[in-house]
């Protein structure tokens, strides 16, 4: 099998477009496949993996699951699958945890730098408002140039919306506009005409790397350190507290991630923990 190639794993009706679905562990993905094939899934095993893509049809779309991961690559065998599959997709629904923007907007910003229409799935919205977060939609979806749609998926809220949106996905704003990279990335585009597999190449990932017959480039750092910039920049735009936010979960939360206050927590934790384990317990009792 080669690199990145899907089409021996998974049966894809001839003229069907692949609607794949991404996103971090746990955000909700199976609902929403759930939601777009009902009952009519195929599952097939993954070669030289233990992983099983699930897959259905929705309308004239195939629709691919993928393993919860926090990028595109190949660390593991969850990213390898996710890679591929998504590598393939004419469009992503990626889902993400509202209330965790920070941490699920990386993978949102690697897919758009890669050059594959995105459609982004809000989810959990219930619980930004319970952690005393607001969250600007119209905001957000200007910042990535992609349609995004706010959802709860437990309770169904917003599902249908994501169906009706899927002609709109669009390729978003991507991160390349340092000058040195965006060289880098023309240079290495022209040989390979592949927005996504370049990107992959300058990631330093072997795999597309090989399939190219190229040498993988030492960028990854680089590009993450711009992404995660962006992503920083973004979340500083498009969410603030409400009133809410006052609360003592909230306030302590703020103070855990503040290396001023953030260290004595830490600090005051550990000898707790030693007070109650290795005094205590390993001692007294």
């Known amino acids: 099998m080669d690199c990145c190639d899907i089409s021996h794993q998974i049966n894809i009706p001839e003229g069907s477009k692949k609607i794949v679905l991404a996103g971090n562990p746990n955000v909700g993905k199976s609902i929403f496949f759930n939601s777009f094939t009902g009952i009519y899934v195929a599952v097939s095993n993954y070669p030289g993996t233990t992983l099983d893509i699930n897959s259905g049809i929705y309308e004239d779309y195939t629709v691919i699951d993928t393993p919860g991961v926090y990028g595109v690559s190949s ?165 603030s507290q409400t009133v809410v936010s006052n609360s003592f979960k909230t306030k302590l939360g703020r103070f855990m991630i503040r290396p001023l206050t953030g260290i004595p927590i830490l600090l005051l934790t550990l000898y707790l923990l030693y007070q109650l384990v290795g005094v205590f317990i390993a001692q007294t009792v």
Request: proline content about 3%; cysteine-free.
């Open 75 to 239: 660390f593991n065998d969850e990213e390898i699958v996710a890679r591929d599959v998504i590598l393939s997709a004419d469009i992503v629904v990626n889902i993400v945890d509202a209330v965790h923007l920070e941490r699920d907007l990386f993978l949102t910003q690697q897919i758009i730098d890669m050059g594959i229409p995105v459609l982004l799935a809000l989810n959990m919205m219930d619980e930004v408002e319970k952690n005393g977060l607001r969250i600007d939609v119209k905001k957000l979806s200007e910042e990535l140039g992609i349609p995004v749609i706010s959802t709860t998926a437990i309770k169904g809220i917003g599902l249908k919306g994501v169906k009706e949106s899927i002609n709109r996905a669009s390729v978003g704003n991507s991160i390349f506009k340092d000058e040195y990279l965006r060289g880098k990335r023309d240079t290495l585009s022209e040989e390979i005409n592949n927005n996504a597999d370049t990107l992959l190449i300058l990631e330093g990932d072997p795999h597309v790397a090989a399939k190219h017959g190229v040498s993988p480039l030492p960028l990854r750092e680089d590009i993450y350190k711009l992404r995660r910039q962006r992503i920083n920049e973004i979340v500083e735009k498009v969410v």
